[in-house]
């Protein structure tokens, strides 16, 4: 079995992931510190039983229920997701790729990203690069195919994961006046 678990998404999931957002007056309220852990919970195994997760954060089944459904609502909590072992389903390789947009070429970039089932994320950047992307590909030859691929919009710059020091962690609601509250 290739899942290793269902994780809670509590990230925005559309273009716009850098645009900045305040939280208003109802998001505050729900990620109150039982809010808070909640979330952690959910994003840790998003298969957990509301009994299991309200024992654990001590509020009562329906209490959970209600707060999990206002977060949906509220779109704190954007979805469920199933996590896949990359080599399981023959992708062991992962990259992260660079590339500069010159001229108006960022479309082109972007569109072949989104077409390219090897891209699991992309995102438009500032700095030395118009993209970074996030590639899982079968062997360095499919690697070179892909790279291939996008050296017509400009110079990709490709650097292949060897570990991951932090591979997920769960996003921690931003309190009071800043990160460390």
Not at 88 to 102: D, K, Q, S, Y
């Amino acid at each position: 079995m290739i899942t290793v678990g269902m994780k809670a998404v509590v990230e925005p999931e559309d273009e716009n992931v850098g645009c900045s957002r305040t939280m208003n007056t109802n998001h505050q309220k729900l990620l109150d510190a039982t809010g808070r852990q909640l979330l952690r919970e959910l994003q840790e195994n998003a298969r957990i039983s509301f009994s299991e997760v309200a024992r654990r954060v001590g509020l009562s089944i329906p209490a959970v229920t209600e707060r999990v459904r206002k977060m949906e609502d509220a779109g704190i909590i954007t979805g469920y997701r199933a996590e896949v072992d990359r080599t399981a389903v023959g992708l062991p390789m992962m990259a992260f790729i660079r590339i500069n947009a010159p001229g108006g070429r960022w479309r082109q970039i972007s569109r072949l990203a989104k077409e390219s089932a090897e891209v699991l994320e992309c995102y438009r950047v500032t700095g030395g690069e118009s993209f970074i992307m996030k590639v899982v590909v079968s062997s360095t030859e499919h690697l070179e195919t892909l790279i291939d691929r996008l050296t017509p919009f400009g110079q990709p710059i490709t650097s292949i994961v060897l570990s991951a020091a932090v591979a997920r962690r769960p996003l921690e609601p931003i309190t009071g006046s800043g990160p460390s509250g």
